[in-house]
Structures are given as C-alpha cells and as structure tokens.
C-alpha cells in the first residue's frame, strides 16, 4: 500500500510517501524556524500563510523523490489534530482535496500517536506493548501504548510541557528560539550540580510539572543579577536540563516495571535531548529494558510519522469523512 502522508500542525510543512506502515519514499520538511525565530516563538497566522504558501511545492516534491504519481497512491493521511487550528486547516484541506479527487480514502491521524509511529519507522521490529514518553513542544506524556492505535495515558504534565520549560528557559538565558537544541549544547560545557533545582515528582502519580523548575531557574538568575554577580550559563543550563531529565527518566522506567514491560520509546521533538537518551540508554540496561528512540529528523515534526500513524488506522479499517475539521486540542486515543 502505497500513502501520501501531511503534517501542518505546527510549523513544519511536511510532506511524506510511505510504502506500507515502516517504509519511507521520501519524507520532504520545510521548516518555518527561521521566520518564527526572530518573534521568539511561533506566530500562528505566518504560519497558516506559510503553509499555504509551501503546502503544494513540498507535496509534488515527496512524489517526485519516491517517483510516484497521484494515481499510485491508495490513501491519504493528515493530521488533524492537536495544533494550531490555522495551520491545521491548511495540510487538511489539502488532503481533502486530494482524496475527493483521487478518490481515496483519507485518514486522519492525531499528532501525537505520529510521534509514538516514529519510532515504528526507525525500528523495523518494535511492536507494542511498550510504554512511550512523548516530549514534544506542547506535550508531556507518559503512554502505555497497548496496540497499534490502542493508548492509555499514565500521566501528563499539570502546566508547562519539557519543550514548553527548554524554550523558556532558552529565552530567559537570551539564548534564542528553539531553546531545546542550544541549551542541549550549552549543557555539555557545564556542571549538572552546579545548582539545586527543585525536582517535582508529585508523589506516585505519574503526572509532571515543569512551571515550578522554570520559576526556580528564572528565580535565580534574578537573584544573581540583583547580586552583581556572574552567571554560568552553561552551569544553568545542565542544572536545569539535569532537572528535567531526571524526574522523565525515573518516572519512564518506573512506568515500565510496574506494568510488566519489556520495551520503552521516547517520541517527541525533546526525545532528539542527548542528555535524556544517554540516561535513558542507562537506566534501561540497568532494568533490562529495551530501550527505543527515533532518529533526529524523526523526533520532531514530519510527515512520515503521519503516515506510518496513518497506515495503522487505516489496516484497522479506520476511515475519516471528508467533512472531518481540524480538532485544535485533540485527546490522545479519541476520534
Ligand atoms: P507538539 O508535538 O506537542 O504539538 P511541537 O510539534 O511544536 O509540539 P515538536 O516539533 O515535537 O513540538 O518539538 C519541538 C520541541 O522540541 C521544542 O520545544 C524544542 O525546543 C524541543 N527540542 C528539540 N530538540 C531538542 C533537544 N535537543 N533538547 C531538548 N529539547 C529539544
Ligand atoms: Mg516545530
Ligand atoms: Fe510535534
């Protein structure tokens, strides 16, 4: 089965061929960063007209990489939720319009089960059940994924998302946008005890918080600043990021023994962390557990995680309407 797969959520114009659910013909991304990077943030009305603007170039071109025409493919896939709703719209109704014209079917698939798929793509043989921390921008999610499209949530974050925490964390230092990757690097250079931040661990649940991390840090380098005194940035960072990958890392491998499993993935643009896969690597060898992250370019938004997603719902025999819309604050597990 050959698919077209569409990601817009976000600001990422994405764009992939897939063969079947794991195989990938050609996965095109056109990233906004460099437009968003100079308001601090992403502006979701650029991103609509970006997305406008680039949606059919970065389609003709996933066909054209994998050498397949329209009349090859046999469905479509879109996300269509969570995200912002402008730029939602864009890759759905372009799905649409390619399904109503082909006549095929469209599936719609939601972001985050994208993410859980990219590690489908990366590893020919993971199956489920496997529990999977997604750490993205606007997510913090610990899922005992039980099949293909089958989730329970464990917990989630109370307030700020990990990447939500590095992005803000990143601006407070002055580092720029996205924050994640630059305190990644930062971190290296600097000592992870230099600074006690608080852990939040919220007893045995397995929700999480960031805001109160993020506070602390911005607490201290306030303080410093009223003190005159010099600020390690590099020290601030790996403190931070050992505060956040600690309490992801514990919470993770908890997960994993209390439910039995033998395999534990990460999904999710914060997943592309080094310090989070090197613990990770760790914790899991220590507790037996397989342990499972996807490349770089499959950790944060692209389309062949979509399709891959896609490919699965679709097996099942799952098939949206032309009329589905763009579901802005779309629940993991529902349609
Ligand atoms: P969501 O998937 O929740 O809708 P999103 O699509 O905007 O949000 P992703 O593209 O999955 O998010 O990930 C982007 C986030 O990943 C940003 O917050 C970014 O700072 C973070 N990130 C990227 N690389 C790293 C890294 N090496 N370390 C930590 N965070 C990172
Ligand atoms: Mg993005
Ligand atoms: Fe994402």
Redesign the pocket.
């Known amino acids: 089965l050959i698919s077209l797969a569409i990601e817009t ?4 114009t994405s764009a992939a061929v897939l063969k079947n659910g794991r195989e990938v013909l050609s996965n095109i991304i056109m990233s906004q960063i460099d437009i968003h990077k100079k308001f601090g943030g992403v502006v979701p009305e650029v991103a609509s007209r970006n997305h406008v603007k680039d949606i059919n170039p970065v389609i003709i071109e996933a066909l054209e990489k994998a050498s397949i025409g329209f009349n090859d493919l046999d469905f479509v896939s879109v996300t269509y939720g ?2 912002l709703v402008g730029a939602l719209l864009i890759g759905l109704s372009s799905a649409k319009a390619l399904a109503y014209a082909l006549d095929i079917p469209l599936v719609g698939v939601h ?2 089960e994208g ?1 859980i798929a990219g590690n489908y793509i990366a590893h020919k043989d993971l199956e489920p059940p496997f529990i999977c921390l997604v750490v ?4 913090t999610h610990l899922v005992k994924v039980e099949d293909y499209g089958k989730y329970e949530i464990l917990g989630k974050t109370r307030d700020d ?1 990990a ?2 925490a ?2 803000k964390v990143a601006r407070s230092l002055g580092l720029g946008y ?4 630059l ?2 690097k930062l971190a290296k250079e600097g000592d992870k005890s230099a600074i006690k931040f608080p852990r939040t661990y919220l007893d045995d649940s397995y929700d999480f918080s960031f805001s109160g991390l993020k506070s602390a840090v911005l607490n201290y380098l306030n303080s410093m600043k009223m003190k005159e005194e010099e600020i390690n940035r590099a020290d601030v960072a790996a403190s931070f990021q050992e505060a956040v990958i600690e309490v992801l890392s514990n919470k993770a491998i908890r997960a994993a023994k209390e439910f039995s499993m033998t395999k534990i993935a990460i999904a ?3 997943s ?3 310090a989070l896969r090197e613990r990770l690597t760790i914790m899991a060898k220590e507790n037996n557990l397989e342990f499972y992250y996807p490349p770089m370019e499959l ?3 692209n389309a062949a995680m979509i399709g891959s997603a896609g490919y699965y719902e679709y097996i099942r025999g799952y098939k949206s309407d032309l009329n589905l819309n763009a579901k802005p604050s779309l629940r993991l597990g529902q349609k």
């Open positions: 959520s976000c600001d990422e969570p995200g972001h985050i993410h993205s921008g606007g997510h998302a990447g939500e590095y992005d996205p924050g994640g990757p305190i990644d999710g643009g914060v592309a962390n080094s950790c944060t938004d």
